[in-house]
């Protein structure tokens, strides 16, 4: 493997130990859930998502779900505050 690629690679590896350096901004996920597979989207505006706890609740736990992968790369205003609740609090995922 040329030298250049494997540097690159190694590059690569570092930064992804290192998530302080990502910033979701936009996204757009599938989330399998137990019932059915609901369409999760990270815009300028926010969180959406297509089940029927977040058109009520204005949360769910496919988002949930989702800021807990991306914990430090989602920006603070569009983090759930049961995801990002200081430690000690118990932070309980809406019902999906």
């Not at 040329?2 to 690159?8: A, L, N, P, T």
């Amino acid at each position: 493997m040329h030298s250049s690629v494997i540097g690159k690679i190694e590059k690569a590896n570092r930064y992804a130990r290192e998530r302080d350096r990502f910033v979701v901004e936009r996204l757009s996920v599938t989330v399998r859930g137990d019932n059915d597979s609901h369409r999760v989207r990270l815009d300028p505006d926010g969180w959406q998502c297509a089940c029927h706890a977040f058109e009520s609740l204005g949360d769910c736990a496919h988002v949930l779900a989702i800021q807990k992968l991306l914990a430090g790369m989602v920006p603070e205003d569009h983090a759930s505050a049961l995801v990002t609740a200081p430690p000690g609090a118990t932070a309980e995922p809406l019902p999906a």
